[in-house]
């Protein structure tokens, strides 16, 4: 770019050459001058209205603070909301959490009042040297989510316990080893014996209990009355079906209290004691059973019920 100056003081016109980097050097000093002069300016404005404190600024001044409050204080109020949800959630899934731990101390032979379900654990210690900080919003902020994970966690963990805990109570109430008569005795095992009408040595199938005519006789464990009928050795019999192939059998009594069909409970009363069929006198012939093959009956009734 050339500029060309013209003056009566001059003899004759003189040429300027500029070049394009010199034009952009200029205009960005231009612009940079007056960026400058208007920062200045409105500093200068500003100073001098908050010196004077008229009335105009003042308004300005309070604007934009109660705005900046609003947007802080609205914030809050979402902050807050949000971690009320969540306290709220985790307050739900912490009466969820002490219902399957009283659920698991019942199962587990626990009173739930000495695990002291829903009173807040005891917690103490000495005063730390170290300095105490306080928690930022933030920061509470992931405690909160952190807590809500864990909780949840927790209560995942406790309903897979609890499922399997139920499962193997139920499969223990299904086993019989309830004693079917309430003695502490009995006056024949399993085994090899003296068979008591021929005077020869036979297997005894099952386990005699003494009791007086008309005794109650429980079932050993829950299940299906498979059989109840009287049988040429074993009199008045009853059989039941514990399911898992096991069979537990009731004989020689007096009176039969269940028909094929019942479902009955564990320690539920299914027959009298009698000495009908094969007996020599008043008792409870007990046997278990495995697919078909009789089984020490002691060795069952030994098992923690």
Do not use: C
């Amino acid at each position: 770019m050339d500029i060309i100056l013209v003056s009566a003081k001059l003899a004759k016109a003189r040429t300027i050459s500029v070049s394009p980097p010199q034009l952009a050097i200029a205009t960005l000093a231009v612009v940079g001058t007056l960026i400058a002069l208007t920062t200045l300016l409105n500093y200068s404005l500003l100073r001098y209205a908050a010196d004077r404190k008229l009335p105009l600024m003042q308004e300005l001044f309070a604007a934009g603070q109660h705005e900046e409050a609003a947007r802080t204080d609205s914030y809050m109020r979402e902050s807050l909301n949000t971690m009320a949800v969540r306290l709220g959630q985790m307050q739900a899934q912490l009466l969820r959490l002490d219902t399957l731990g009283e659920r698991l101390a019942r199962l587990a032979g626990f009173r739930p009042q000495d695990l002291m379900f829903g009173k807040p654990p005891g917690q103490g210690g000495a005063v730390s040297s170290l300095p105490s900080q306080d928690l930022s919003l933030g920061d509470l902020t992931h405690q909160l989510e952190l807590l809500t994970r864990q909780v949840d966690d927790r209560g995942d963990k406790l309903g897979v316990l609890e499922s399997l805990y139920a499962s193997d109570s139920a499969r223990k109430k299904l086993v019989p080893t309830m004693r079917p008569i309430e003695v502490s005795w009995h006056s024949s095992d399993y085994g090899w014996r003296i068979d008591p009408f021929s005077g020869q040595r036979a297997f005894h199938e099952g386990v005699d209990f003494i009791a007086g005519h008309g005794t109650a006789i429980q079932a050993a464990a829950g299940g299906v009355v498979v059989y109840s009928d009287f049988h040429p050795q074993y009199g008045n019999m009853i059989e039941i079906d514990h399911g898992n192939d096991l069979v537990s059998r009731y004989a020689h009594a007096s009176k039969r209290l269940v028909k094929a069909g019942d479902v009955v409970l564990s320690g539920a009363k299914i027959a009298e004691v009698g000495r009908t069929g094969r007996a020599t006198g008043t008792h409870l012939h007990f046997e278990v059973r495995h697919r078909g093959v009789p089984q020490n009956p002691t060795q069952f009734l030994r098992l923690p019920g």
